[in-house]
């Protein structure tokens, strides 16, 4: 109510009041204002229209500065807060940036608001019962790598990347052990291998570093016990080794086509040989130490049977 409002009104009133009692409004005023009333009431209203001034003009103070440091955070590119939520039109948590125990987290959710995906120190994905199915993080050497999860939370499959290059992929039974593995090397080499429960490889194959292709079956301490390969020479090889991993016996197809097995010690030479040539005729011969034949047994060209000694 304004102070010229106010005094409009005690005009108004000496009048009714005068019209009413017969007398005028000069002697009536004169008695309410020995009274003090209009007078009081007067001074309280500019006192509160004073504070009311002095209320909205720091309001407006405060919200000047408040927009101030707006524009001022905004123009330098910086807002500072320890977390942003982001909600639909039913008010719903849909999306959380905030401050987590690795660094900083965005955490993004469904019509429900559970929680689907968690973007931090890696990108982790979760199912509707909140049980991670999907990561993809960094290791602490730089290297990425994927793991995919079952429903109870243990690790089924992997990828991953090391830092030299090489790219693998692991698959883990139930107990989160791994059994089968996909790994490429630094020269092109590619290996499929298959674990036992005590994590040793039993099974491989593909192409070793000189993209010769091999398969290798290994004994329950992981040690090569059998190898068939073809060589870049085009000679195929079947090699099978003893329990201390040393190749016992060479059977294979020599590239002049010779079909031959061979035997070697400890020492991995050769002492002794079967063959058969093209034409059909076999061959047995017996080395020594060095490597010389000492004797041979053999048909001759009528199919007579030969035997030559070295004395």
């Known amino acids: 109510m304004s102070i010229n409002w106010l005094r409009a009104l005690r005009s108004l009133l000496l009048l009714g009041l005068s019209c009413v009692a017969g007398v005028g409004a000069q002697p009536l005023e004169e008695g309410l204002a020995e009274q003090g009333i209009l007078e009081e009431l007067l001074a309280r209203q500019e006192r509160q229209e004073r504070a009311v001034y002095w209320v909205g003009l720091a309001s407006g103070m405060a919200l000047l500065i408040s927009l101030g440091l707006v524009v001022l955070r905004w123009r330098l590119g910086t807002v500072q807060a320890r977390r942003f939520v982001l909600r639909d039109a039913k008010r719903q948590l849909v999306a959380q940036l905030a401050v987590g125990y690795n660094g900083g987290e965005l955490e993004l959710r469904d019509a429900e608001g559970e929680i689907m995906a968690v973007l931090g120190d890696g990108l982790r994905l979760r199912d509707r019962e909140g049980q991670v199915r999907a990561a993809l993080r960094l290791g602490g050497d730089g290297a990425p790598f994927l793991e995919l999860y079952d429903e109870r939370g243990e690790v089924r499959t992997g990828l991953s990347l090391s830092e030299d290059g090489a790219g693998s992929l692991a698959f883990y039974d139930e107990t989160g052990r791994p059994r089968a593995g996909l790994g490429s090397g630094q020269t092109g080499a590619m290996r499929l291998s298959f674990l036992d429960a005590a994590g040793h490889v039993?099974?491989?194959?593909?192409?070793?570093?000189?993209?010769?292709?091999?398969?290798?079956?290994?004994?329950?301490?992981?040690?090569?016990?059998?190898?068939?390969?073809?060589?870049?020479?085009g000679m195929t090889l079947l090699e099978m080794n003893d329990q201390n991993g040393l190749v016992r016996m060479v059977v294979g197809v020599l590239d002049e086509g010779l079909a031959w097995i061979g035997l070697l010690d400890e020492e991995q030479r050769f002492r002794a040989g079967l063959g058969a040539r093209r034409d059909g005729r076999p061959r047995l011969d017996f080395y020594d130490e060095e490597g010389e034949t000492r004797a041979s047994l053999y048909l001759d060209d009528h199919g007579r049977p030969k035997l030559e000694l070295d004395q």
């Not at 993209?211 to 079956?217: D, Q, T, V």
């Open 202 to 233: 039993r099974w491989q194959s593909g192409l070793e570093d000189d993209e010769i292709p091999a398969l290798k079956l290994c004994d329950s301490e992981g040690r090569p016990r059998a190898s068939f390969k073809v060589r870049a020479d």
